[in-house]
């Protein structure tokens, strides 16, 4: 029985972040269902924990039919033919040289599993993700909505060593960048609520010696949004400029209790929901055990506006106050 002889590992990165507390619980409540023990680590943001935690999950259930569910720490290029020399495709080929499963989350891995599936075809290996590029395509057409008449953007990256963060980056671009009524500037927030309220709290004081503040701030995550609200918040009352608290603010993951809530206070002006992946790893996974079916290589998971785009009413046009 699978109950009995099976285990998942799944790989997260810190506790600090509701969006993977919310992935441990969509992996545990899909593990109940099937029946199929989850053992979950985090990496506390670094790469050579994550491998200790991978090496020892291996070991430690070596007589068990198991396999690595991971959002990695660092991302594997696939532009390259050749990925031996990176540390974490030579970790994923001594896992899966034992039969163990490794399922890649929310990165742009499709090269990697891609040499890994060919070299190993008997063990599950597998891409499941949120569709980035399409994430901020709907940013962008949110920007469109809420600006018709364009505007000046702020975006808040939140680490571009991630890919995630790049194709969100490059799906905004396809909608806006090209357009020059929609001024782009660019800081990293690092994912972080506190790390982005600083980073745009900066940025707003040079805009302010100008007099060039932002139209509209689109963050990658909903976290990073409720941090340029926090500094959009402190730099009116430096200013004594009531107006900018007005400055509309997009997001994005879209948890029901975080962003579709503080879109639903007027917090934020949008969200976009991104599926939790770990649910839908454990799930397929379970799946392809019991059938013995392969798994897709590649999911990409369709994602959405919060609200739908046509709801979204045009915001007012800040002063550009000098």
């Not at 790469?47 to 039919?65: G, L, P, S, T, Y």
């Not at 090269?111 to 190993?120: D, I, S, T």
Request: net charge positive; charged share 25%; glycine share 8%.
């Amino acid at each position: 029985m699978i109950e009995r002889e099976s285990r998942i590992g799944l790989f997260l990165l810190t506790r600090e972040s509701s969006h993977q507390q919310a992935s441990q619980r969509a992996a545990e409540e899909a593990a109940v269902r099937h029946g199929v023990p989850v053992d979950v680590s985090f990496a506390d943001n670094l790469a050579v924990q994550q491998a200790q935690n991978i090496v020892k999950f291996v070991h430690a259930n070596a007589r068990r039919r198991t396999c690595v569910i991971l959002m990695p720490m660092a991302d594997i290029d696939s532009s390259t033919d050749s990925f031996d020399a990176h540390p974490l495709h030579r970790l994923a080929r001594r896992v899966a040289a034992r039969g163990v499963g490794w399922i890649v989350l929310n990165r742009d891995g499709h090269g990697q599993v891609a040499a890994l599936q060919r070299e190993f075809p008997a063990v599950p290996i597998a891409l499941i993700t949120p569709d980035q590029q399409e994430f901020g395509r709907v940013q962008g057409r949110q920007v469109r909505a809420l600006l018709p008449r364009g505007g000046r953007i702020l975006h808040v990256l939140g680490d571009t060593v991630a890919s995630s963060a790049r194709d969100r980056r490059t799906g905004l671009r396809e909608v806006v960048g090209a357009d020059t009524a929609f001024p782009i500037d660019e800081v990293d927030g690092r994912w972080s609520r506190s790390e982005t309220q600083e980073a745009v709290g900066k940025w707003l004081s040079h805009a302010g010696k100008r007099g060039d503040w932002p139209d509209l701030i689109a963050c990658q995550n909903d976290a990073m949004a409720m941090g340029a609200r926090d500094a959009l918040v402190e730099v009116s009352r430096t200013y004594g400029r009531r107006a900018l608290r007005a400055v509309p603010i997009i997001g994005g993951d879209g948890l029901p209790d975080e962003g579709q809530k503080w879109v639903g206070e007027g917090k934020l002006a949008a969200t976009i929901v991104a599926p939790l992946t770990t649910g839908v790893a454990v799930d397929s996974l379970v799946q392809s055990w019991r059938t013995g079916k392969p798994l897709p290589l590649v999911t990409r998971l369709a994602v959405s506006s919060f609200p739908a785009i046509g709801m979204l009413e045009p915001a007012l046009r800040q002063p550009q106050i000098a």
